[in-house]
Nanobody, 124 residues
Framework: QFQLVESGGGLVQPGGSLRLSCRAS????????VGWFRQAPGKEREWVSW????????NYADSVKGRFTVSRDNAKSTVYLQINSLKPEDAAVYYC?????????????????WGQGSQVTVSS
């Protein structure tokens, strides 16, 4: 069964950090572009970041540039999202998604597999 398994979410104080992980189960992630999306309560899901299959290219939404870093370890079939300087507006359920032929990297329909979501709560 092909699936993406997320971990690493939790409760963090404003200004804090955490790292989300997205591990492929049942398949190798080597050939997949991976995107990160998030959905806050009452809002539509939005694109956050993207990393190419080999990790040579990345991109970020303006709202997270300079604070979020996406990386990957293909030997572990895992992609990471390092989140620093957390703000209350970063609170959301974060989703990773994998796609083989992703052209428009911020378009959800481009991705074939989705993780179950990982809750990030920002509160003092």
């Amino acid at each position: 069964q092909f699936q993406l398994v997320e971990s690493g979410g939790g409760l963090v104080q404003p200004g804090g950090s955490l790292r989300l992980s997205c591990r492929a189960s049942g398949f190798t992630l080597d050939y997949y572009t991976v995107g990160w999306f998030r959905q806050a309560p009452g809002k539509e899901r939005e694109w956050v970041s993207w990393i190419s299959s080999r990790g040579g290219s990345t991109n970020y939404a303006d709202s997270v540039k300079g604070r979020f870093t996406v990386s990957r370890d293909n030997a572990k079939s895992t992609v990471y999202l390092q989140i620093n300087s957390l703000k209350p507006e970063d609170a959301a359920v974060y989703y990773c998604a994998g796609g083989v032929k992703v052209i428009i990297w911020n378009r959800e329909a481009e991705y074939n597999y989705w993780g179950q979501g990982s809750q990030v709560t920002v509160s003092s």
